[in-house]
């Protein structure tokens, strides 16, 4: 049953089809070579007309491509120079930080050797003996 409504929706589809291109061919306001003619020349015009369009398109395009390209050259830049003062800032704390390292270290060397200097110094034997009765 289905299948015989949509055949018939079809058919009257394509009748329809048919009227409608007989009726144009009746009432065509030119004839058949001139109305070609027309529309080759529409058809050739827009060709044009796109052809046009894509070359500023592309113009366009490539305009962009380069400003961004030097945005992107640019920000570039500044994150190196950013870079750079950055390795230079944490080069400088590193020195200070080691200077200071060494400092303290010698401090602390200086400390040790003067305890081991005190530890060396002899003892007598007699302080650490009883008196005689």
Do not use: H, W
Not at 18 to 47: F, M
């Amino acid at each position: 049953m289905e299948r015989d409504n949509g055949f018939g929706f079809l058919s009257a589809f394509a009748l329809g089809g048919i009227a409608g291109a007989a009726v144009a061919l009746l009432y065509a306001p030119r004839r058949g070579d001139e109305t070609r003619q027309i529309v080759r020349d529409g058809i050739r015009r827009g060709s044009e007309l796109g052809r046009e369009k894509i070359q500023q398109g592309a113009d366009v395009a490539r305009e962009r491509l380069q400003q961004g390209a030097d945005i992107a050259r640019e920000k570039l830049q500044q994150g190196v120079e950013y870079g750079r003062s950055m390795a230079q800032k944490v080069t400088g704390r590193a020195e200070e930080l080691a200077d200071e390292a060494l400092a303290f270290a010698e401090s602390q060397a200086a400390d040790v050797a003067s305890f081991g200097e005190r530890r060396r110094k002899p003892r007598s034997l007699t302080q650490d003996l009883p008196e005689p009765v």
